[in-house]
């Protein structure tokens, strides 16, 4: 069509033809305000990873602030921490930062508190808001990892230890890495309790925006929660309300502590739930919703059935991509139970068609994003930018290779450790300033 034939066309077609040629503006920059009135400018979040960077010392190191200073440069609407362990003697890996002991408050723990304000301050400076995720590990602390000693037990709901995989070598690197749980005693979850309120705490008085507590992957939250991994008949097990319980007192006790304008959010499992306990979870979902959490963040898998460590990303034509998220269908259906609900979906996210396939479906209101980060401390600003192109917007990461000898150990952990060390690597680089590697085939 020439110029001058449509010069003649009447102007509300020209206007309504040009709607219908123009990409629309990408939901993705949308900014998305949280019950507690925090608002992240975007949608994407940097999703949590093990960054290995506390030193032996379990506290905010230089090399951890370097490497949060340059993610709140990056473009994200939000920043999530790696694990904060709220036990010291409890710990997810020998390198997490931690809580030493009890908290009582900014009198008598000025220089504790100006330790953490330095952390949120590396995270904020650019004016991203920042949560941190506080966590205790239960049953899945490694031997060695934390305070209690190497043959000291870990804790857990009930007194089921951590088992990967079915073969005999199974077994025994099962018991070599995890020491056997003891069940926990009224004390005990009245101190752990203590223990997350105090964290929490803390965090809210070195100014970070907000908590996530890990109820995922398996970490004791998730264990309560679990019937699989709780087989008490008290108050805190036998019912999916009674087993919920934990986290509700949890979440309870730290409302009270923390101002009203400090966000409260949780990580929970979808994977590692079964079709006949779909509905318990669910339900479970509902209890959280009115005990007044600010978002809810969906993944999966555990150290048995490491879920949240797969899926490997090959080349993919744009129509699979769109679906490339590990836990979208929960996430639809939980959508649509609790439609109010902030929820944010994490795994598996590599391109800006899966993140947008992700939003228009409902599905969520916040991407997480875990290891493109670690590989490009600015990635969000690569999808946002519309000059880029659908199919370049992506970052596609292989599988990482393992070692020639790994295959005489049971593959589930060996590989859900080489991804987690190999990311943690990168993590490292980017806070020495130094580039960073995509995974080889």
Not at 224 to 233: A, I, Q, S, V, Y
Not at 259 to 270: A, D, E, H, Q, R
Request: glycine share 10%; net charge neutral; charged share 20%.
């Amino acid at each position: 069509m020439s110029s001058s034939t449509g010069s003649h066309w009447p102007n509300q077609i020209i206007s309504l033809y040009g709607v219908y040629t123009t990409k629309m503006p990408s939901p993705l920059g949308d900014a998305v305000k949280l019950p507690c009135g925090l608002v992240f400018p975007n949608r994407f979040v940097k999703a949590a990873m093990a960054e290995m960077l506390a030193g032996w010392e379990h506290s905010p190191t230089p090399s951890l602030l370097d490497v949060y200073n340059q993610w709140g440069q990056g473009g994200w609407g939000a920043l999530l921490t790696g694990n904060v362990q709220v036990d010291i003697d409890h710990l997810g890996s020998p390198l997490d930062p931690a809580l030493h002991g009890e908290y009582t408050g900014r009198e008598g723990n000025e220089a504790l508190v100006a330790t953490w304000a330095k952390y949120a301050e590396a995270c904020q400076q650019h004016g991203t808001p920042a949560i941190v995720q506080i966590s205790h590990p239960g049953r899945q602390s490694f031997r060695g990892a934390g305070n209690r000693g190497l043959f000291a037990p870990t804790i857990a709901p009930s007194a089921i230890p951590v088992q990967i995989g079915d073969g005999w070598l199974d077994w025994f690197v099962s018991r070599i890495a995890f020491p056997a749980p003891r069940e926990m005693t009224q004390a005990d979850i009245d101190t752990v309790t203590r223990k997350f309120v105090d964290t929490a705490r803390l965090m809210a008085d070195s100014g970070f925006s907000g908590i996530e507590l890990h109820g995922a992957h398996g970490y004791l939250i998730d264990q309560f929660l679990n019937p699989k991994t709780n087989l008490r008949t008290d108050a805190y097990g036998g019912t999916l309300e009674k087993r919920a319980k934990f986290v509700l007192d949890i979440i309870t006790e730290i409302r009270k502590a923390v101002p009203s304008k400090f966000c409260v959010g949780i990580k929970l499992n979808s994977a590692d739930h079964s079709s006949s306990t779909f509905e318990e979870t669910m339900t479970q979902i509902g209890l959280l919703v009115e005990a007044g959490i600010d978002f809810l963040e969906v993944s999966g898998g555990s150290y048995e059935d490491p879920s949240m460590m797969g899926g490997t990303q090959p080349q993919k034509s744009a129509r699979t991509a769109a679906r490339e998220a590990f836990f979208i269908e929960f996430a639809t259906e939980a959508r649509k139970r609790y439609p109010d609900l902030v929820f944010m979906l994490t795994g598996g996210f590599r391109s800006r068609t899966g993140a947008e396939y992700a939003i228009k479906q409902n599905a969520c209101d916040l991407i997480g994003i875990g290891r493109p980060a670690a590989i490009d401390a600015k990635f969000p600003q690569l999808l946002l930018d519309e000059s880029v192109p659908d199919e370049k917007a992506q970052l596609l990461l292989n599988k990482v290779p393992a070692p020639f000898y790994t295959r005489f150990l049971p593959t589930k952990i060996i590989g859900a450790g080489l991804e987690t060390a190999y990311y943690g690597g990168q993590i490292q680089r980017i806070a020495k300033g130094l580039k960073t590697m995509v995974p080889s085939v």
